[in-house]
């Protein structure tokens, strides 16, 4: 069964940092080119990075330079680190491949 998993969420001041992680099963995640996406209240959900299986990464201008998208290959992880976090960033982020969907985990930037 295909499943993504995503954690690492929270609560966390203006200029601070989170690592998302999103666990990846019944498939071999570096075969895919995994994305993150957001969604904050009342938005449409938006594309925030993606990584390529090749590991080549692409972002939003609005995150580029703050937000760095990795995968662990061994781990079948897909990571999302996020720095010099704004309160626009507040939103829930999810994990993609093809056709699947995580559940999404809570990012809330707020003093």
């Known amino acids: 069964q295909v499943q993504l998993v995503e954690s690492g969420g929270g609560l966390v001041q203006p200029g601070g940092s989170l690592r998302l992680s999103c666990a990846a099963s019944?498939?071999?995640?570096?075969?895919?080119?995994m994305t993150w996406y957001r969604q904050a209240p009342g938005k449409e959900r938006e594309w925030v990075a993606q990584?390529?299986?090749?590991?080549?990464?692409t972002y939003a201008d609005s995150v580029k330079g703050r937000f760095t998208v990795s995968r662990d290959n061994a781990k079948n992880a897909v990571y999302l680190d996020m720095g010099n976090l704004r309160t626009d960033d507040t939103a829930v982020y999810y994990c993609?491949?093809?056709?699947?969907w995580g559940q999404g985990t809570q990012v809330t930037v707020s003093s």
């Open positions: 019944g498939f071999i995640s570096a075969d895919y080119t």
């Open positions: 990584i390529y299986g090749g590991g080549f990464p």
């Open positions: 993609f491949r093809v056709g699947t």
